[in-house]
C-alpha cells in the first residue's frame, strides 16, 4: 500500500492530502522565508492517530513536521526535507479548567482565540498569558518556543506556566511528564526531574505534545494604560530597572516605530490592574513617581493625552502594538525576536537601526520587558511579498539582526534553521554533543522536523 493509503487508514481519508492545491498553504508560512516541499498534510484528532502515524513514519523514516498555527514564523513549520506536515487543528478540546487550582487543560491544536474566549464565557475571573501572536495560533505552539504573553512582564514567560504535558514520542511511545505522571491533578511541574525541558524549544525535533496543562492568573476588573516618552535612549536601561524594581505591572513594553513622525520616539508602555478603581489609581502613581525621578524627571514625560484609539490599542489583550507593521503595504512580516540583556538595550537600539537604513526598512520596534531580567527585542521588517528583491532584503536584514543577537551576548528567539546554526556555532561543544545525545536517543531516524536543531 502507498503511504497515503496507509495514512488515510489512520486518520480517515478526509484528513490526509497529497493534493498540490491543499499543500501549497503548508509549503510556506507568512515570514520571508522561500517555500519548501510538503508530501503530505495529516490532521489527526487523537492521540492514538498521532502515535500510529508516528509509528509509520518511523518504520518508512519519512520526515514529521508538528503544526500548530504556524505563525512563529522563520519556517520552522515549513518542512526542509518533504514529508508529512502534522496539523494539530483537529485535536481542538478544552478538556478541563480547573478553578481553585488554576490551570486550563487542553489539546494541542486549542487556539490562543478559543482558550481566551472560553475563559472570558465561562470563567472570568481567570485569564491565561496571550502572545500578540492572531488568535489562530496555538497555546501549545507557543509555550514550545518559549513564548511570551501579555502578562509576561509580571508572571514569567509562557514556557513557564506548564503544569504537565501528554507527549507521543517519535518511536510511538506515550509519556505524561509532571504531576499527571503520577496522580489525576494536572497541577504542577515539578517537583520531580524536569522533564518538559526535553520537548520546550526543540522545535518539534523530539516529540508531538498532544496534551497540555497550563497555569492560569487572577484577571483583575480594572486595566489602565499609562505611557511615558523619551528621546534618549541611553537612559532606557536604567528606566527599566527603576520600574520593575516596583512590582505592581501587569505588563511593560517599549515602542518605537520610523512612521508615523510623531511615533518617532521611545515610548514606554505599562499595563496596570487592580480589582478597585483605588488599587489602580495607587499603581499609576506609583509609577509617574517612579519616572519623575529618573533624572529629575528631564528626560522621560508622562504622556497625558494618549490618543483615544491608541489607549485602545494598547490596552487590548493582546495589545496590538505591532498592527502597524504592515508599511510596504505587502503583507510580509518576520522580526528577529532577540533575547538581550537589559544593559544592552541601547546597544541593540542603535545598530538595529543601521540595518534597518542599510536594507530600506521603515524601523519599527515592539520590545517586551520579561520580569527585570531580560527583554524581549524585536528588529520588525515589514516587505511586500510581491516583490521578490524586497523579500531577498528582508532576509538579508534578518540575518544581519540574528548575527547582532548573538555579538551583543543575546540569544535569538525562536531562529530558523539558519539562526539555529549560527547558535550551535558559538555554542559550548559539550553542549552540542549533549543535543546530538539527546536527539538521537529520542528520535532515532531523525524523522523529527529534521534540519532543526541538526548537529552536522
Ligand atoms: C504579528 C505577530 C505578533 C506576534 N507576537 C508574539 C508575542 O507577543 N509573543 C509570542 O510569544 N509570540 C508572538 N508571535 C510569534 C508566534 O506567532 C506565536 O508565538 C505563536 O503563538 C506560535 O504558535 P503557533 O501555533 O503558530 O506555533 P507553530 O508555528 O505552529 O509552531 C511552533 C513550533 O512548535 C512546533 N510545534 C507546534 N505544535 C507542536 C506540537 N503539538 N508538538 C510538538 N511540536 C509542536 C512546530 O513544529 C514549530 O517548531 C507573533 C507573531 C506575529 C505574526
Not at 218 to 235: H, L, W
Not at 416 to 439: P, S, Y
Amino acid at each position: 500500500m502507498d503511504i497515503y493509503k496507509l495514512l488515510a487508514n489512520i486518520v480517515g481519508k478526509r484528513y490526509v492530502s497529497n493534493n498540490p492545491a491543499e499543500l501549497f498553504i503548508y509549503s510556506r508560512d507568512s515570514g520571508a522565508q522561500s517555500p519548501r516541499i510538503v508530501d503530505y498534510v495529516v490532521l489527526p484528532k487523537t492521540t492514538e492517530e498521532v502515535r500510529q502515524v508516528l509509528i509509520l513514519a518511523n518504520e518508512k523514516k519519512i520526515p514529521v513536521t508538528p503544526l500548530g498555527g504556524g505563525m512563529s514564523l522563520s519556517a520552522l513549520v515549513v518542512p526542509t526535507r518533504g514529508g508529512i506536515v502534522l496539523d494539530m487543528k483537529r485535536m481542538d478540546q478544552i478538556l478541563e479548567i480547573n478553578e481553585i487550582n488554576r490551570y486550563a487543560l487542553i489539546e494541542a491544536g486549542v487556539s490562543q482565540g478559543s482558550l481566551k474566549t472560553h475563559l472570558e464565557k465561562r470563567h472570568p475571573r481567570l485569564q491565561h498569558s496571550i502572545p500578540e501572536a492572531p488568535p489562530t495560533v496555538t497555546v501549545v505552539g507557543n509555550v514550545l518556543i518559549q513564548g511570551h504573553g501579555h502578562i509576561s512582564p509580571r508572571y514569567g514567560i509562557n514556557s513557564d506556566m506548564i503544569n504537565g504535558m501528554e507527549i507521543v514520542l517519535p518511536t510511538g511511545d506515550i509519556c505524561k511528564i509532571g504531576s499527571p505522571s503520577v496522580g489525576p491533578y494536572w497541577f504542577t511541574r515539578g517537583p520531580l526531574p524536569d522533564l518538559p525541558g526535553l520537548f520546550i524549544g526543540w522545535f518539534g525535533t523530539t516529540g508531538v505534545v498532544t496534551k497540555l496543562s497550563i497555569k492560569l492568573y487572577p484577571k483583575p476588573r480594572y486595566r489602565e494604560v499609562i505611557t511615558f516618552v523619551t528621546d534618549d535612549i541611553d537612559i532606557i536601561p536604567e528606566a527599566i530597572f527603576e520600574t520593575t524594581q516596583v512590582d505592581l505591572l501587569e505588563d511593560f513594553f517599549l515602542i518605537s516605530q520610523g512612521k508615523p513622525v510623531w511615533m518617532n520616539r521611545v515610548f514606554f508602555v505599562i499595563i496596570v490592574a487592580g480589582h478597585s478603581e483605588e488599587e489602580l489609581e495607587f499603581k499609576k502613581n506609583a509609577y509617574k513617581n517612579v519616572f519623575r525621578e529618573i533624572q529629575g524627571g528631564k528626560v522621560v514625560t508622562f504622556v497625558d493625552d494618549l490618543h483615544p484609539a491608541l489607549r485602545d490599542r494598547f490596552l487590548a489583550v493582546p495589545p496590538l502594538a505591532a498592527l502597524a507593521a504592515d508599511f510596504k503595504k505587502g503583507g510580509g512580516f518576520e522580526y528577529t525576536g532577540s533575547i538581550i540583556p537589559i544593559d544592552k538595550v541601547s546597544e541593540a537600539w542603535r545598530k538595529g537601526m543601521e540595518i534597518a537604513r542599510k536594507y530600506d526598512m521603515v524601523y519599527s520596534y515592539v520590545h517586551q520587558i520579561l520580569g527585570g531580567h531580560s527583554i524581549m527585542f524585536s528588529y520588525n521588517y515589514s516587505f511586500n511579498r510581491a516583490d521578490a528583491e524586497d523579500a531577498e532584503r528582508t532576509r538579508q536584514a534578518l540575518e544581519e539582526s540574528n548575527k547582532l543577537t548573538l555579538d551583543i551576548g543575546g540569544m535569538i528567539w525562536k531562529g530558523g534553521v539558519n539562526a539555529q546554526r549560527m547558535t550551535m556555532d558559538k555554542m559550548d561543544a559539550g553542549t552540542v554533543e549533549l543535543i546530538r545525545k539527546i536527539k538521537s536517543a529520542l528520535d532515532p531516524n531523525g524523522i523529527m522536523n529534521p534540519g532543526n536543531w541538526e548537529v552536522v
